[in-house]
């Protein structure tokens, strides 16, 4: 069982910058930033897996980036210009594999508002 959590949520201004942190209870190879609005489902933000690169939505592409930091097990969210359409909950998921079988394990989240 694998364990994720969230941080660094807040009030930011528009055009400013945050940085979400995630941080799994143990290794993760694949790790994804998922963000979701109340209505609406949780949509693809970000994607690392190993040491294979990154992969953005369009929406987001040269103003998110997505890092991560093996030695804590601990990914990071750097968003940058930030815009009103930012605003949503972000979710941090981890995708571990065994045997051919793929499990997800998901953070609690964390919420960003974009204020003007």
């Known amino acids: 069982q694998l364990r994720l959590v969230e941080s660094g949520g807040g009030t930011v201004e528009v055009g400013g910058s945050l940085t979400l942190s995630c941080t799994a209870s143990?290794?993760?190879?694949?790790t994804n930033w998922y963000r979701q609005t109340p209505g609406n489902e949780r949509d693809f933000v970000a994607g690392?897996?190993?040491?294979?690169?990154?992969n953005y939505a369009d929406s987001v592409k040269g103003r998110f980036s997505h890092s991560r930091h093996d030695p804590t097990n601990t990914v990071y969210l750097q968003i940058n210009n930030l815009k009103a359409e930012d605003s949503a909950t972000y979710y941090c998921?981890?995708?571990?594999?065994?045997?051919?079988?793929?499990?997800?394990?998901w953070g609690q989240g964390t919420h960003v508002t974009v204020s003007s």
């Open positions: 690392i897996i190993g040491n294979s690169g990154t």
């Open positions: 143990g290794i993760a190879p694949a």
């Open positions: 998921k981890a995708v571990t594999s065994r045997d051919g079988n793929y499990t997800n394990y």
